[in-house]
């Protein structure tokens, strides 16, 4: 998760005040993390920063803003993966080089090798001050040889491992790196003569951009004055962009691969349905991730739609709560269930995923304290059974409930009549990518490369 942007306005003259247009962007990408928001600003001469715990909309205030003068701006939304929740390891962070100046970062993924280069790191002198893999990464840029920012941040980016979507920001320029796989998305936008670079294309429409690419696994791409230049491409033998990006992680307005995540999620409703029948009077969704896999089951199993759930705006994405004590208050606080749409009903129930199983059997007991004669789950992704290591906090394994369960005892443990899950297959072709193309570690538990079965959140916490 993490939401990352950043804009670069080529001129002076240039009217666009960069950080206002980033508060408007973060909005849009806050579904990729909840729990702190930052940005720098450059007016070509230092870098500021403002960054602090809770939502885009608690963090900033207009003297914030004002403050925050420049053509350009980096803009982050955190969702901790490693590293705990606190304000030391928001972002966007600021290093500093005694010879080159300052740096902003804003990342998302995880960085798997990050404890042996914080070692290795801490052993030349280098001192760290938070537990985020995203300082690791930037002291890493800092420590590599070379006279410029190009010349480090080409040396430096080989020697990591994992996942990374990363804009980097200097006075004098900005940079957009993704990982060799292509793992987290990331995208270059045009707004008149300003660039932009985003983790999802929503949040360029956000702001009035145009989508122009998606930046390339691999590439590690200048934006400046002088335009557009790929300093350095990194190569690999694959790519690995995250399958669960269309299950759940991506905005449903948003591109991947050339099509709407909206529409991938409608094709694995409808494939879900293929797969898994059953006989029911109504269909409804678990809002708001799986509506459009719900429409497609729908549509497909001639079932009538219905919203039977009411969630509550003001709550957050359950899933990405940071502790599962949080969890468990969000789901009580969340639905609102409609008797006169399920009272006497079979009701096939549509979700995205079941990762822990703390959500999905109090849904099933609200639909049927509200009348369900019947709750047929339907997931529309597989049973996820093994870690992710690559920028998504699922749990470790042993809280994955289909590592410990097979369907027939979740479904038992949810209180559902009846369980089905899309298969791997079914998920991969409503994508529309070949299975070459995606990372599917989570439901398979082969990773595209390999990984510290130990690392978690809190693996720097202590070096």
């Known amino acids: 998760m993490c939401g990352v942007c950043g804009i670069w306005s080529p001129s002076e ?28 600003a450059t007016d070509g001469r230092d870098l500021r920063i403002v960054r602090r715990m809770g939502l885009v909309g608690q963090v900033f205030a207009e003297p914030d803003l004002a403050a925050l003068t420049g053509r350009a701006a980096l803009g982050h939304t955190r969702y901790s993966t490693t590293g705990g929740s606190r304000i030391e390891n928001a972002q966007p962070m600021l290093v500093r080089d005694d010879r080159l100046g300052e740096l902003a ?32 990464v930037a002291q890493a840029i800092v420590a590599a040889p070379g006279h410029t920012w190009d010349d480090r941040i080409a040396h430096a980016m080989p020697t990591l491992q994992g996942a990374w979507s990363l804009v980097l920001l200097t006075p004098r320029a900005m940079y957009a790196i993704r990982d060799p796989l292509g793992v987290r998305p990331l ?25 122009v690419r998606d930046v390339a696994p691999g590439e590690i791409l200048k934006i400046d004055d002088a335009g557009l230049t790929t300093i350095a491409e990194l190569g690999a033998d694959r790519r690995g962009l995250c399958v669960f990006e269309h299950v759940y992680l991506a905005s449903a307005s948003s591109s991947l691969g050339g099509s709407t995540v909206y529409a991938t999620r409608e094709r694995m409703g409808e494939i879900l349905a293929d797969e898994q ?40 994405r359950t899933f990405i709560q940071p502790s599962e004590e949080l969890r468990k208050h969000s789901v009580a606080l969340k639905y609102n269930a409609l008797r006169d749409v399920l009272d006497g009903k079979r009701v096939v129930v549509v979700d ?5 199983g703390s959500t999905s059997g109090p849904i099933v007991q609200l639909l049927k304290r509200n009348g369900a004669r019947e709750v047929h789950m339907r997931v ?16 470790r394994r042993d809280e994955l409930i289909a590592s410990r369960m097979d369907v027939e005892q979740i479904r038992r443990h949810v209180g559902a009549d009846t369980l089905g899950y899309l ?33 978690g959140k809190e693996a720097l916490e202590i070096v």
Request: aromatic content about 8%.
């Open 13 to 40: 003259d240039d009217p666009t005040d960069a950080a206002r247009l980033m508060f408007f962007a973060l909005y849009a990408l806050q579904h990729r993390g909840q729990e702190s928001a930052g940005i720098a």
């Open 105 to 136: 970062i804003g990342h998302n993924g995880n960085c798997i090798n990050a404890r042996e280069v914080r070692a290795e790191l801490a052993l030349e002198g280098v001192e760290f001050s938070t537990s985020s893999d995203t300082e690791v």
């Open 187 to 211: 995208c270059l936008g045009r707004k008149g003569g300003a660039w932009l670079v985003a983790s999802e294309t929503c949040a360029l429409d956000t702001i009035g951009a145009t989508y």
């Open 277 to 316: 029948p059953a006989d029911a009077d109504v269909v409804i969704p678990v809002p708001d991730s799986a509506i459009p896999a719900a429409v497609g089951y729908a549509r497909r199993s001639g079932i009538p739609f219905r919203e039977g759930l009411i969630k509550n705006r003001y709550i957050g």
């Open 352 to 356: 995205d995923s079941i990762v822990r």
């Open 380 to 395: 529309c992704s597989p049973p996820i059974r093994h870690q992710c290591f690559f920028g998504v906090d699922m749990a």
């Open 423 to 455: 298969s791997l297959e079914g998920m991969v072709r409503a994508t529309g990518a070949a299975s070459g193309d995606l990372c599917s570690a989570c439901f398979t538990g082969e990773y595209p490369v390999p990984v510290q079965l130990e690392l």
